[in-house]
C-alpha cells in the first residue's frame, strides 16, 4: 500500500487560511452535523447497503440536473436511460465504492476512469480518461496531491476544494461537473467521514439552487 505524502508546512497553512475564511467554519461545522445524523439512523443498522444503493441513484439523478439533464425519476430506476448525462452519472456512482480504493493509492487512475464512465456517450473514445492538455494535467496532478496529502484539514474543506478545482478548471472533455462532484464523494469516503457512500451530497448542491453562481465565485 502507498503511503500517503505529507504535506508541506505551506500546505497546512493554505488549509488553515481556507478555513478561516467567512462562513467556512460555520458551513462544515453544519454540515459535519448532518452527516453525523445520517450516519446515527437506524435504517444503517441493518440496511447499509440498501441505502448506499438509494444514495447512488438519487446522487446520480441530482448530479446530472446539476449539469443541465432532463432527469425523470422513472428513468432512472426502469434502466431505460436515454440522456447521456444521466447515463454517465448512473456509471459513475454505480461504481463509486470500488473506486474509493482506488482513489486511496492513485487519485490520477481513478479520476479517469471518473471520466471514462461520465463522459462515454459524450466524447469521442481517444478523448476518454485524458486530460484535454498540459494545463488540465497540472490540475489534475494538483488535486491528486491535494486528495492524499496526510493534513489535519477536515475531510469537508478537501473535498471542496477538490470538487472545486475539477469543476472549475473543466480538465476533461465532457462530463467535468458528473466527475468532480464524484471526486469529492470518493474524498468524503477515503478520509472517514462517509466511509459507505450514503450521504446525498448532489442533492444538496441542486436544492440549494446557487450551484451554478457558487462555482462561477470559486
Do not use: K
Not at 32 to 46: E, G, S
Amino acid at each position: 500500500m502507498i503511503s500517503p505524502e505529507p504535506v508541506p508546512a505551506a500546505g497546512e497553512v493554505m488549509w488553515a487560511q481556507l478555513a478561516e475564511l467567512p462562513r467556512v467554519a460555520e458551513a462544515m461545522a453544519e454540515a459535519r452535523a448532518l452527516v453525523d445524523r445520517v450516519l446515527a439512523h437506524r435504517a444503517l443498522r441493518t440496511g447499509t447497503a440498501a441505502v448506499a444503493a438509494e444514495s447512488a441513484l438519487r446522487g446520480a439523478r441530482a448530479s446530472a440536473a446539476l449539469d443541465g439533464a432532463d432527469v425523470l425519476n422513472g428513468e432512472a430506476r426502469s434502466g431505460e436511460v436515454t440522456d447521456p448525462v444521466l447515463a454517465g452519472a448512473l456509471r459513475v456512482h454505480a461504481e463509486l465504492a470500488r473506486l474509493r480504493t482506488v482513489w486511496g493509492s492513485s487519485p490520477r487512475q481513478a479520476l479517469a476512469r471518473l471520466h471514462l464512465l461520465a463522459a462515454a456517450d459524450l466524447t469521442p473514445q481517444e478523448l476518454l480518461g485524458r486530460p484535454l492538455d498540459a494545463d488540465a494535467a497540472g490540475v489534475v496532478g494538483r488535486v491528486s496531491a491535494l486528495a492524499v496529502g496526510r493534513t489535519r484539514a477536515p475531510a469537508l474543506l478537501v473535498a471542496a476544494v477538490v470538487h472545486g478545482e475539477l469543476a472549475s478548471a473543466a480538465v476533461f472533455s465532457g462530463g467535468n461537473g458528473v466527475v468532480a462532484r464524484a471526486a469529492a464523494r470518493l474524498v468524503l469516503a477515503d478520509r472517514g467521514l462517509d466511509p459507505g457512500l450514503v450521504c446525498v451530497p448532489e442533492v444538496g448542491h441542486l436544492e440549494a439552487g446557487d450551484y451554478a453562481e457558487a462555482l462561477a465565485s470559486y
